[in-house]
């Protein structure tokens, strides 16, 4: 991985193929981890995390009085996975409630 001004470069061998990126928002999260080595553990933006930001959100479209239905779905899911203890796992924690609610395994 390189610096070049405000764009970085991540390379192959650098990262796991499904955190290769070029945006901008994730690209210094990425060359973050790369660079700290929690690119092992690949935990890079937390449900709990998540819940805040969604949580922000639904704020605003009660505000606004703009209904957010997929957000208060989303908080739903979040909740659920967090309280079977995934708070501190990444986004692909949500699959076990949604799992549960179908009564299937994906």
């Known amino acids: 991985m390189e610096s070049r001004g405000r764009a970085l470069a991540v390379s192959a061998p650098d990262v796991p193929g ?19 080595g929690a690119c092992r553990d690949a935990r890079l933006f937390k449900l709990e995390h998540m819940l805040k930001d969604v949580r922000l959100c639904l704020e605003e ?15 739903e899911v979040l909740m659920a996975a967090m309280g079977m203890g995934h708070a501190d796992d990444d986004f692909a924690a949500m699959i076990e409630p949604l799992q549960n609610a179908a009564g299937t395994k994906l």
């Not at 499904?18 to 700290?36: E, G, H, K, Q, T």
């Not at 479209?61 to 908080?75: M, Y």
């Open 61 to 75: 479209d009660q505000a606004l009085g703009v209904p957010f239905p997929s957000a208060a779905h989303t908080r």
């Open 18 to 36: 499904w955190l290769r990126a070029r945006s901008p928002v994730i690209l210094p999260v990425v060359a973050r981890s790369v660079r700290s």
